[in-house]
């Protein structure tokens, strides 16, 4: 049985630092593309960042270049999100998500390519 569960959801102020994980279970890290995504209401869920366990590469979103870093950790099955300078344009609800294509591609932040999803994790970033 897959599945995707985050944790690490705060509310924290604009400038602070947050990471979030995505635990994997049924899964083999390698054999998958992980990807971040958020939402906000009334709003499409957008694609922050993506990994293929594969190989390691990653893809960011523009506006969270140089302030956010994914990764996994192979051995514990565990995807994580490292953000930091975090804006009140950040706040959303992070969904990990899992795509049995394990390399990266052309459409890799796109939601629709992803079959597994956990529940989501909320992150507030107010002053």
């Known amino acids: 049985q897959f599945q995707l569960v985050e944790s690490g959801g705060a509310l924290v102020q604009p400038g602070a630092s947050l990471s979030l994980s995505c635990s994997a279970s049924?899964?083999?890290?390698?054999?998958?593309?992980f990807g971040w995504f958020r939402q906000v209401p009334g709003k499409e869920r957008e694609g922050i960042s993506c990994?293929?366990?594969?190989?390691?590469?990653?893809r960011y979103k523009d506006s969270v270049k140089g302030r956010f870093t994914m990764s996994t950790d192979i051995a514990k099955a565990v995807v994580y999100l490292h953000m930091n300078n975090l804006e009140p344009e950040d706040t959303g609800i992070y969904y990990c998500?899992?795509?049995?294509?394990?390399?990266?591609?052309?459409?890799?932040?796109?939601?629709?390519?992803?079959?597994?999803w956990g529940q989501g994790t909320q992150v507030t970033v107010s002053a």
């Open positions: 998500a899992a795509d049995t294509q394990f390399w990266l591609s052309g459409s890799s932040l796109d939601a629709q390519v992803y079959e597994y």
């Open positions: 990994i293929s366990g594969f190989n390691n590469m990653t």
């Open positions: 049924g899964m083999k890290l390698n054999l998958y593309t």
